[in-house]
């Protein structure tokens, strides 16, 4: 197998799981549920998205945050304007959290997020942020619960604005 071929198939692998349960969210496969997974675990979720993703990433920008509630697989895939995917994953965002200037300027971050899907061990939040004020990104978070921990392994968004 060619490494052109070996690359596509791992990203195959990696980008199709997160793809699918998107296009289920987009397609309303879920509406049915009324927002929330019925389980009582929409507080862990939630709490797993606020902490890594709103602060992690966010409100503080710490690396431990992201790593601890990101899974090690996490890909967010980014709609170009020329029509293309790419993605980032986890540890590349993590790298660019670790070398931007800890001294810039942070902007207000307000956010509301919602459960919008929940069975067993995988969901769905949607996410509205909004930064000094300005409703800058509307995210799709995907979450699997391994070993009692929900752990965010997707993100889809569109960005206002643009």
Known sequence: MTDRASLDLVLLRRVLPVLLLSLCVAS??????????????????LAAVENGYVRGIHVESDADLVRTHFHPSFVMLISRPDGTVTHLSRDEWVERIEGADPNRERPEIRHEAKVIGAVGD???????????????????????????????VGKTFHRHGR
Do not use: N, P
């Open 28 to 45: 309303g496969a879920w509406a049915h549920m009324d927002g929330g997974g019925g389980d009582g675990d929409d507080a862990a979720i």
């Open 122 to 152: 995988a969901a769905v939040v949607r996410l509205e942020l909004w930064r000094d004020g300005v409703h800058t990104f509307t995210d799709f978070l995907s979450l699997y619960r391994q070993d009692g921990d929900w752990k965010i």
